[in-house]
């Protein structure tokens, strides 16, 4: 999904609950397959997959295998 299907989808559920189709207590799930990130996986910035891995939400290997990315001596440094 491009970026302007996504606004436009979320235009168009914004406009539902403003109509009340949504009440209070009612909820609401959205599920989406898989990860649902943005741009190509290459170009995702080193800080962003560190803080990933920091936060435990990625593994070494996953980082790996997903963005390609191999851990700076200057980030293994100051990981210790």
Known sequence: MSKSEYLKLADTIAA????GTL?????LEVETPGGGGWGRTAERAAAAIELDLAEGLITP???R????????SVA???AE
């Open 16 to 19: 539902e609950i403003a109509d």
């Open 61 to 63: 290997a996953a980082a």
């Open 65 to 72: 295998q997903i963005y390609g990315y191999q851990r700076s």
């Open 23 to 27: 009440r209070t207590g009612d909820r």
């Open 76 to 78: 293994a440094t100051a």
